[in-house]
């Protein structure tokens, strides 16, 4: 079975650009959770989805952050503009209710 | 306070010997718990969950979970340079489904 698919697997970007991260969850999960991963702060939750809604983006840093869920095999977390603090590895994964979450590959974002 | 704490290590056993993870949490209302291996560069892999007091065992691994104590730990027997990674340790915070991971302790196994 596939697992959850993340594209791209690199971006480099100029400061100021919009970025798109983007996301294909395991068939049939209905969960869906973006986090960023950074040496200084850990593995941390921006935002998960439920059938699609958003039910937590209490970690989301600030407005130029954005995530959608349009379908149930598809989502997008978006930066614009971005920072050069931006540069982190994302990470989508999805999961099943009480069940583990499984992760992507991950984005490694570097904003310059 | 952090929610859920780990040691960051490093850890560094000898090949063969045993390696003990620790693992505490604040949320007493926490069910699950579960063990994630990151590799450098790579993303997290679920490695063990467990979900009631005592110890759960498969292959090498052993996790151990004390509600009471607010306590969970990994133990790896006969530790191999293959299991040198990071070993994250996470929560789920609510009932919601919603993780919250430890800052992961950095193990190394040396020949």
């Known amino acids: 079975d596939a697992g959850v698919i993340q594209s791209p697997r690199h971006e480099v970007t100029e400061m100021g650009q919009e970025v798109t991260l983007r996301c294909k969850p395991i068939?049939?999960?209905?969960?869906l959770f973006w986090y960023r991963q950074t040496m200084m702060r850990g593995l941390e939750l921006l935002i998960y989805?439920?059938?699609?809604?958003?039910?937590?983006d209490s970690g989301m840093p600030e407005d130029r952050f954005s995530a959608k869920m349009p379908n149930a095999s598809f989502s997008t977390l978006k930066i614009q503009p971005s920072e050069p603090r931006d540069s982190a590895v994302y990470f989508c994964?999805?999961?099943?209710?009480?069940?583990?979450?499984?992760f992507g590959d991950g984005t490694r974002l570097s904003i310059l | 306070q952090k929610e859920v704490e780990q040691n960051s290590g490093p850890l560094s056993v000898p090949e063969g010997a045993i390696a003990s993870l620790n693992c505490t949490y604040s949320d007493r209302g926490s069910q699950s718990f579960f063990w994630y291996r990151q590799y450098s560069g790579k993303s997290p892999e679920l490695i063990m969950s467990i979900y009631s007091n005592g110890d759960k065992e498969d292959g090498r691994f052993t996790a151990q979970l004390n509600k009471a104590s607010q306590y969970v730990s990994l133990l790896i027997r006969d530790s191999q340079p293959s299991d040198s990674a990071t070993y994250l340790c996470?929560?789920?915070?609510?009932?919601?489904?919603?993780?919250?991971f430890g800052a992961g302790t950095r193990l190394a196994v040396h020949p």
């Open positions: 989805f439920n059938n699609n809604v958003p039910i937590d």
């Open positions: 068939s049939g999960h209905d969960y």
């Open positions: 994964a999805s999961s099943i209710l009480g069940q583990p979450q499984h």
């Open positions: 996470a929560i789920d915070s609510g009932g919601y489904n919603k993780l919250i």
